[in-house]
């Protein structure tokens, strides 16, 4: 599988199961959503202003998406938001590249072993995030945030893990 097909699969309506855990503070949580990833057109302002931002041209991004979500909950108070995402690949080595959102740059690498690993690093932290597919409707992800000045002091403040299963298939 290249990053083109991976990225191809994100797209649809996926139901998230997350349970995670606060490091140091001993508790956790399970949580379940509803996500919506759409594909954005290269026209869309949204990925224009994140590109400029960043200074790069939108039209090397490949497959840019709007992941929206929603958590389910008895409650009226309903958490829910939305990111864009813009893969931008290395042209020498496409399963690597950038990843652009809103809230800064970040790193991707495809592995051989068919799993997405994104890394974004701040001046006081470090978010590593790693995807992968049980099959083209099942969707496992890890995310692990870091926090610290400088790597080698970094220390784990919180895990999540997400199973997601797509309930709709993206519209042709």
Same mark, same amino acid.
């Given at each position: ?14 139901? %998230? ?13 399970? #949580?379940? %959503? #509803? ?17 400029? /931002? ?8 490949? @497959? ?15 958490? /829910? ?13 496409? @399963? /690597? ?5 809103? @809230?800064? /740059? ?50 784990? @403040? ?15």
């Amino acid at each position: 599988m290249d990053i083109y097909q991976f990225l191809e699969l994100f797209v649809g309506r996926w139901r %998230s199961q997350r349970s995670d855990h606060q490091f140091g503070e001993g508790n956790g949580s399970d #949580v379940r %959503s #509803v996500i919506e990833i759409t594909v954005l057109s290269f026209d869309d302002p949204d990925l224009i202003n994140i590109c400029q /931002k960043h200074g790069i041209d939108p039209n090397t991004a490949i @497959q840019p998406m709007k992941m929206s979500w929603e958590e389910e909950s008895l409650s009226s108070n309903k958490p /829910k938001g939305h990111a864009l995402i813009v893969p931008i690949p290395d042209p020498s080595s496409p @399963q /690597k590249g950038l990843i652009l959102t809103r @809230q800064g /740059k970040g790193t991707y690498e495809l592995g051989t072993d068919e799993a997405l690993t994104i890394q974004t690093v701040t001046s006081q932290n470090a978010i590593e995030e790693r995807i992968w597919y049980g099959n083209p409707n099942l969707r496992f992800r890890v995310a692990t945030l870091l926090q610290g000045d400088q790597a080698s002091d970094r220390r784990v @403040q919180s895990s999540k893990f997400y199973s997601e299963i797509r309930s709709t298939a993206p519209k042709a």
